[in-house]
């Protein structure tokens, strides 16, 4: 009897491993749908990023020529890329977004105590993308010439959210008190990238660019950015730890694209006293590669 029980063991064992591997792949992503919204803030303890500087786009030339449609819609890779941006819509629902939000007041994720060591850190993707000047540019084009304080926002409320890291002993660092900024921290500059999350609020945000000028100086066209959605991919969101379109993140980034600090959320006086620590740091990290 033992042995009869010996023997069928490893068959149902084979079975049963056949089964997880022949699942369905909507079943995997039923399961994440049922999930619990985010309930509390999570620490960013390690580097966060690519491990390598990666460009999302090329010319529209280079992945919509003749030769290359047949792959974009029917190639194996291009319906592989479909499903999962399917998947990861389904998975962050607006209504799981939301509830995230107001559980965690924004606070996706909080910062890291410092600042990340240079040969520690990891990579912000490139792009390239709309500015304020009307022309595309990349992004590490820009980033190369100072470290940057940059705000990544899909919402009006992650605009907010972002925006409220540069209010600073009753200056606001962002508009009316940008020279005293770059007078305090010559070696940094700050970077803005709207990622709209439709293409309604795209074009939206295209009928209201004489207003967003307004609102800055024109030396800071250059480094106001407009991404579409689609640009960046899931994984890539997931790694950069921005893929709650409700709120705001802030990243400080160093001339060579690494990402040296991380934030999400509205300010706390403690973040804000810690950001601005930070900055001061990096500013003499600056100083001290100059000599």
């Not at 509390?40 to 290359?68: A, F, M, Q």
């Not at 910062?111 to 490139?126: G, N």
């Not at 973040?271 to 601005?276: A, G, N, S, V």
Request: charged fraction near 25%.
């Amino acid at each position: 009897m033992s042995a009869t029980r010996l023997s069928t063991r490893p068959f149902s064992t084979s079975l049963h491993l056949l089964q997880q591997r022949s699942q369905p792949r909507f079943v995997n992503t039923i399961k994440e749908v049922s999930k619990p919204a985010q309930e509390d803030s999570y620490e960013i303890t390690r580097p966060i990023g690519l491990v390598k500087p990666v460009l999302l786009n090329h010319k529209l030339s280079d992945t919509y020529s003749i030769s290359n449609i047949g792959e974009e819609l029917f190639g194996a890779q291009a319906k592989e890329r479909r499903q999962k941006n399917l998947d990861y819509d389904i998975k962050h629902s607006p209504i799981y977004d939301i509830k995230s939000f107001q559980n965690t007041n924004g606070k996706i994720f909080r910062p890291p105590i410092s600042w990340f060591k240079q040969d520690k850190s990891l990579y912000f993707p490139d792009f390239i993308a709309k500015t304020l000047t009307g022309k595309s540019n990349s992004l590490y084009d820009i980033l190369s010439n100072k470290y940057s304080i940059v705000r990544l926002y899909s919402t009006v409320t992650g605009e907010q959210c972002s925006k409220s890291y540069f209010k600073v002993d009753g200056e606001d660092y962002y508009t009316t008190d940008y020279k005293k900024f770059t007078e305090k921290f010559s070696n940094f500059q700050i970077i803005d990238i709207n990622m709209p999350s439709s293409w309604i609020k795209g074009f939206i945000l295209n009928l209201s660019l004489s207003n967003l000028r307004k609102m800055i100086s024109p030396e800071r066209y250059q480094n106001y950015f407009m991404l579409p959605l689609h640009i960046l991919p899931p994984e890539i969101r997931e790694q950069l730890h921005c893929d709650n379109q409700c709120t705001g993140y802030i990243y400080i980034i160093d001339s060579t694209g690494k990402i040296r600090w991380a934030t999400s959320g509205y300010s706390t006086p403690e973040d804000l006293q810690l950001m601005w620590k930070v900055v001061r740091g990096l500013e003499k990290e600056a100083n001290q590669q100059r000599k």
